[in-house]
């Protein structure tokens, strides 16, 4: 099989010759003969006959058989893998070409219809990009410390035509991050308004919200619901209250660690509060005795003690006065008394202020004569394992079924008010406390035969009635 451009420049060379010949025999005999009778015409007859039988010898020297140069098409071996990175790491992204051949292999951004990459040439000025080839087929673009905006399509594309090409997806996920500005940051709020806490954040995928308690309490609902956690970019606390104060945490995950967090401290002012547990307390003179109250109150609250007619109990010597911190916004107050003195009983007072207002409660104490406190340790000695209950105990209880009126006008406040003349007629001697005694015991008796007799009595009626019916009939 021989060379077709071979081939044609032969024919060429024939093609001359033959036109040559036939000028010769169509020209007539006398022209023929006068031009080979003339010496000049005779040597350029002899010179064009050499020119052409050299460029013959050329023609036939070319003539070389050679194979035909077989081009098979290329294809792609594999789909490229979509590829999925974090920000700040590599990213890698491979296509595998079958029989490329003399063709070549470019690497584009869709988006933007950039050349990245020809063969083993990077095109782009990004110095985040890269290329490597092995064994002609393998074809791994590499980009270095990836971004956000490197999320997308590339198209690895072959230069055939029509040209091939194929197409796969880089997604780079961001870790989140609460931002600044819209998020709430601490706030300090009156008892009783609505309060909103705000966290944004971004990432990619899109982060999602969770609130919670840093204590690990429950979080209180507006329908009155406690919970552990809510989610949502907005925490909403209607009507808050003190119970709602403490420090909250934001926290934003997307699947993509580390997940992140913000801590809100929601503070809440509120007028100070007294409670006060044992309103009638009973002491023996000439020992010590604690009074004890409980505020709550914040901003935290200024706390002392006074007397009943104001004035206020004075550090050192016999008192001795202490503030305890329960929690953030409720304190324990404490005055120890020893020893105690015919002036030292009566009403003392436990005051709280803060710049939202003031309040007090009260508390009684009383004398307790030595000889009742003979008898009832002599009665709980003969009744060991049974309940002891202390005549100040039964007293506070009748004493607390009074003043449940005036508590539950202000409920801040808790006071007892006896006046030390009527405690000491109830406890003024030895007879006194022996028919206290008494009527402790004989109290549940009478009150077994009233309702004994109440139930029977109707009884007695109805047969009474009964009773003419019954002759009747017979």
Same mark, same amino acid.
């Given at each position: %099989?021989?060379?077709?451009?071979?081939?044609?420049?032969?024919?060429?060379?024939?093609?001359?010759?033959?036109?040559?010949?036939?000028?010769?025999?169509? !020209?007539?005999?006398?022209?023929?003969?006068?031009?080979?009778?003339?010496?000049?015409?005779?040597?350029?007859?002899?010179?064009?006959?050499?020119? +052409?039988?050299? !460029?013959?010898?050329?023609?036939?020297?070319?003539? +070389?058989?050679?194979?035909?140069?077989?081009?098979?098409?290329?294809?792609?071996?594999?789909?490229?893998?979509?590829?999925?990175?974090?920000?700040?790491?590599?990213?890698?992204? =491979?296509?595998?070409?079958?029989?490329?051949?003399?063709?070549?292999?470019?690497?584009?951004?869709?988006? =933007?219809?950039?050349?990245?990459?020809?063969?083993?040439?990077?095109?782009?000025?990004?110095?985040?990009?890269?290329?490597?080839?092995?064994?002609? #087929?393998?074809?791994?673009?590499?980009?270095?410390?990836?971004?956000?905006?490197?999320?997308?399509?590339? %198209?690895?594309?072959?230069?055939?035509?029509?040209?091939? &090409?194929?197409?796969?997806?880089?997604?780079?996920?961001?870790?989140?991050?609460?931002?600044?500005? @819209?998020?709430?940051?601490?706030?300090?709020?009156?008892?009783?308004?609505?309060?909103?806490?705000?966290?944004?954040?971004?990432?990619?995928?899109?982060?999602?919200? =969770?609130?919670?308690?840093?204590?690990?309490?429950?979080?209180?609902?507006?329908?009155?619901?406690?919970?552990?956690?809510?989610?949502?970019?907005?925490?909403?606390?209607?009507? +808050?209250?003190?119970?709602? !104060?403490?420090?909250?945490?934001?926290?934003?995950?997307?699947?993509?660690?580390?997940? +992140?967090? #913000?801590?809100?401290?929601?503070?809440?002012?509120?007028? @100070?509060?007294?409670?006060? &547990?044992?309103?009638?307390?009973?002491?023996?003179?000439?020992?010590?005795?604690?009074?004890?109250?409980?505020?709550?109150?914040?901003?935290?609250?200024?706390?002392?003690?006074?007397?009943?007619?104001?004035?206020?109990?004075?550090?050192?010597?016999?008192?001795?006065?202490?503030?305890?911190?329960?929690?953030?916004?409720?304190?324990?107050?404490?005055?120890?008394?020893?020893?105690?003195?015919?002036?030292?009983?009566?009403?003392?007072?436990?005051?709280?202020?803060?710049?939202?207002?003031?309040?007090?409660?009260?508390?009684?104490?009383?004398?307790?004569?030595?000889? *009742?406190?003979?008898?009832?340790?002599?009665?709980?000695?003969?009744?060991?394992?049974?309940?002891?209950?202390?005549?100040?105990?039964?007293?506070?209880?009748?004493? *607390?079924?009074?003043? &449940?009126?005036?508590?539950?006008?202000?409920?801040?406040?808790?006071?007892?008010?006896?006046?030390?003349?009527?405690?000491?007629?109830?406890?003024?001697?030895?007879?006194?406390?022996?028919?206290?005694?008494?009527?402790?015991?004989?109290? @549940?008796?009478?009150?077994?035969? !009233?309702?004994?007799?109440?139930?029977?009595?109707?009884?007695?009626?109805?047969?009474?009635?009964?009773?003419?019916?019954?002759?009747?009939?017979?």
């Amino acid at each position: %099989m021989t060379n077709a451009r071979h081939v044609i420049s032969l024919n060429n060379c024939k093609l001359k010759h033959n036109i040559q010949m036939q000028q010769r025999s169509t !020209m007539p005999a006398k022209y023929i003969n006068n031009k080979f009778n003339s010496p000049a015409s005779a040597w350029a007859i002899a010179t064009k006959v050499f020119v +052409v039988v050299l !460029m013959c010898q050329n023609c036939s020297s070319q003539r +070389v058989e050679t194979q035909p140069e077989v081009i098979v098409d290329p294809k792609f071996s594999y789909p490229i893998a979509n590829v999925t990175a974090p920000v700040g790491r590599d990213a890698f992204l =491979t296509c595998v070409v079958q029989d490329l051949g003399p063709y070549k292999v470019a690497w584009l951004r869709v988006d =933007t219809q950039t050349i990245l990459t020809i063969q083993n040439h990077v095109i782009t000025k990004n110095q985040r990009i890269g290329i490597a080839n092995s064994e002609h #087929k393998t074809w791994t673009m590499r980009i270095r410390d990836i971004k956000e905006s490197d999320k997308g399509w590339y %198209m690895c594309q072959i230069n055939t035509d029509p040209m091939k &090409s194929q197409m796969g997806y880089l997604d780079v996920v961001v870790p989140p991050d609460i931002l600044d500005y @819209p998020t709430s940051t601490d706030m300090v709020v009156r008892e009783g308004s609505n309060v909103t806490l705000k966290c944004a954040a971004t990432g990619s995928p899109e982060p999602t919200i =969770t609130w919670r308690r840093e204590s690990g309490v429950a979080i209180e609902l507006a329908n009155g619901e406690e919970v552990a956690s809510v989610e949502g970019t907005d925490l909403i606390i209607p009507r +808050v209250k003190r119970q709602h !104060m403490g420090a909250y945490l934001c926290i934003a995950s997307n699947g993509v660690p580390p997940s +992140v967090s #913000k801590r809100i401290t929601l503070v809440v002012h509120f007028p @100070p509060m007294i409670t006060v &547990s044992n309103q009638l307390i009973g002491a023996v003179e000439g020992k010590g005795v604690t009074l004890e109250c409980q505020s709550e109150a914040y901003p935290k609250s200024i706390n002392y003690w006074t007397r009943e007619r104001g004035e206020i109990v004075p550090p050192g010597g016999k008192y001795s006065a202490n503030v305890t911190e329960i929690a953030g916004y409720r304190s324990s107050m404490r005055l120890h008394i020893n020893p105690l003195t015919q002036a030292e009983f009566g009403a003392y007072r436990c005051v709280a202020k803060n710049s939202l207002g003031d309040t007090d409660g009260t508390i009684k104490l009383y004398r307790i004569p030595p000889n *009742a406190v003979n008898y009832v340790d002599n009665f709980e000695a003969r009744h060991k394992g049974k309940k002891r209950t202390k005549s100040s105990e039964v007293y506070h209880t009748s004493r *607390a079924q009074e003043q &449940s009126g005036e508590d539950s006008e202000n409920p801040g406040k808790r006071k007892a008010d006896l006046s030390q003349e009527s405690i000491d007629n109830l406890y003024g001697g030895t007879s006194a406390a022996s028919t206290h005694w008494l009527l402790v015991w004989l109290l @549940p008796l009478l009150l077994l035969l !009233m309702t004994a007799t109440t139930l029977t009595w109707p009884l007695r009626e109805t047969q009474l009635t009964l009773l003419p019916q019954t002759l009747t009939q017979v």
